[in-house]
Nanobody
Framework: VQLVESGGGLVQAGGSLRLSCAAS????????MGWFRQAPGKEREFVAA????????YYAASVKGRFTISRDNAKNTVYLQMNSLKPEDTAVYYC???????????????????WGQGTQVTVSI
């Protein structure tokens, strides 16, 4: 499975960005997807996750109400719409895919089987 993120960049505080993650190599619609981020000197942290059908979504408290995760299984793509961006949102953003069955923690990076290379998001004051 290959995951390729795009859409990062430099934006002023209060602005918006939409990240995309295009998947290939496996049936996209059967995988749960997640977005994580990692700032310099910090651990990778959970941002949002979405079920295989798109019917269930989950968010970190720090982004709830500002970010929206969605997916288009026909396009093999998952999105992260980020609004009201803050300087503390600055990080490299990664998408991840999980195809394994069974119970898992959506916010735990080790729950995911595949990762993209990341895209930089920088929010200026």
């Amino acid at each position: 499975v290959q995951l390729v993120e795009s859409g990062g960049g430099l934006v002023q505080a209060g602005g918006s960005l939409r990240l995309s993650c295009a998947a290939s190599g496996r049936t996209f619609s059967t995988g749960a997807m997640g977005w994580f981020r990692q700032a310099p000197g910090k651990e990778r942290e959970f941002v949002a996750a979405i079920s295989w059908s798109g019917g269930s979504t989950y968010y970190a408290a720090s982004v709830k109400g500002r970010f929206t995760i969605s997916r288009d299984n026909a396009k093999n793509t998952v999105y992260l719409q980020m609004n009201s961006l803050k300087p503390e949102d600055t990080a490299v953003y990664y998408c991840a895919a999980r195809y394994s069955g069974g119970y898992y923690s959506k916010s735990d990076p080790s729950s995911y089987d595949y990762w993209g290379q990341g895209t930089q998001v920088t929010v200026s004051i």
